[in-house]
């Protein structure tokens, strides 16, 4: 009886080996360059000025009317969060469709090419660049998200359309229904859960951003710490961090549940058949 071939180990590609080498000379370059003081890091002193600093943040401020701000601001930042999420994701949507090619090669270089515009540039330099013209506050900060977040959902959203079998919908097209139709009732019942699983966890890094676009005055939670550390009221900060925390884990575990659902049969397909009576509704009245 022969014993089993045993595969031959993966052959490294010559372009792969030469990346792997210029990433780790990047790597070496780098703790090079940067001229860090890795003694005096790790010193009594540095570890005795950590500690005083940490201790000026015990206790937190419990009064009632700062809680109260606090929440407020909390709040303030969800709403800017989830709104900013909604916007992207309607333009998301809706620039994805020309992004998958649907509308010829020229459209689909085009779009991406803004698409690849909105999503590398980061939601603080968005935020820098709206507030010049909306002004501070919360607005400007939902902007900025909205922005970035379109790009970034914009780009999912087209590659998924890319990867779906075309069967179904062309199967409509050549029975007589209209492109927009054969989509909502071929193509999107398919990629919906992915949509919004996706839209979940970018939602869910949007309260992660929303918490600091207060920094250069976009409102919410970071605008309340940048103004208490600005004045070294450290107990009040540790309260707007300890906010912050709480939010980001709680809408975490959220968007976790919410994601793992939509990616069960039972929930997809409950999608499935919302998207297609949805496309009834327009297409029938």
Not at 161 to 169: F, V
Request: with cysteine; charged share 10%.
């Amino acid at each position: 009886m022969k014993s089993p071939r045993i595969p031959a180990p993966p052959v490294i590609e010559p372009a792969t080996g030469v990346l792997l080498i210029g990433l780790l000379a990047l790597v070496g370059v780098s703790f090079y360059s940067l001229t860090i003081k890795w003694g005096e890091l790790f010193s009594a002193d540095a570890l005795r000025s950590c500690m005083e600093f940490l201790n000026g943040f015990v206790p937190p401020e419990l009064a009632a009317p700062f809680l109260i701000r606090v929440a407020e601001g909390m709040l303030e930042t969800l709403s800017m969060s989830t709104l900013g999420t909604v916007i992207a994701f309607i333009f998301g949507i809706t620039l994805a469709l020309p992004a998958s090619a649907r509308f010829g090669a020229t459209a689909r270089s085009l779009i991406r090419l803004a698409l690849n515009i909105l999503r590398s540039i980061p939601e603080l330099v968005w935020a820098v660049i709206v507030l010049i013209a909306a002004g501070l506050g919360p607005f400007a900060g939902t902007l900025a998200l909205a922005l970035h977040t379109t790009g970034v959902l914009g780009r999912l959203f087209a590659d998924a359309l890319e990867n779906l079998p075309d069967a179904p919908e062309a199967t409509l097209r050549i029975n007589g229904a209209s492109p927009m139709a054969a989509f909502f009732y071929a193509s999107l019942p398919q990629i919906l859960p992915q949509l919004m699983s996706y839209t979940l966890y970018r939602w869910e890094n949007n309260i992660r951003a929303a918490a600091i676009l207060g920094v250069v005055g976009a409102g919410g939670l970071g605008q309340m710490l940048k103004y208490h550390l600005s004045l070294f009221q450290m107990h009040q900060a540790a309260s707007v961090i300890i906010a912050m925390l709480l939010m980001i884990t709680l809408v975490d575990g959220i968007s976790f549940r919410l994601r793992r659902q939509l990616v069960g049969n039972y929930t997809s397909s409950r999608v499935a058949r919302l998207a297609c009576s949805i496309g009834r509704k327009i297409f029938s009245g």
